[in-house]
């Protein structure tokens, strides 16, 4: 059974950074994939990005660009940079462990279904 605790949120200005990470404790899985989602006010909860196989990255065609994601070499924590933040971004930030490795040509790297653990958010809030 895993847990997840996300922390490194916050609130900046327009064209601001913001480090997030993802802790992961209590996991029995040789392999796995960690992702990143958002889900602002009124809206679904979207993929930001992913870490596949050989632990290269995946990220939705929206998020390429201003977001990066990361892993260390244990596995146990993840990252997500964040550069030119605009309100648009404003979301609650999720982590997720998916049991399994996607490959890296897997089409539903972000489909929410496929994971299996999710920590309780990290609040992002970037003002004008």
């Known amino acids: 059974q895993g847990q997840l605790v996300e922390s490194g949120g916050g609130s900046v200005q327009a064209g601001g950074s913001l480090r997030l990470s993802c802790v992961v404790s209590?996991?029995?899985?040789?392999?796995?994939?960690m992702a990143w989602f958002r889900q602002a006010p009124g809206k679904e909860r979207e993929g930001v990005a992913t870490i596949v196989s050989e632990g290269k990255p995946r990220y939705a065609d929206s998020m390429k660009g201003r977001f990066t994601i990361s892993q260390d070499n244990a596995w146990d924590t993840l990252y997500l940079e964040m550069n030119s933040l605009n309100p648009e971004d404003t979301a609650m930030y999720y982590c997720?462990?998916?049991?399994?490795?996607?490959?890296?040509?897997?089409?539903?790297?972000?489909?929410?279904?496929?994971?299996?653990?999710w920590g309780q958010g990290t609040q992002v809030t970037v003002s004008s």
């Open positions: 209590g996991t029995r899985y040789s392999s796995y994939s």
């Open positions: 997720a462990l998916r049991v399994g490795l996607f490959l890296f040509d897997d089409e539903d790297f972000l489909a929410r279904d496929e994971y299996n653990y």
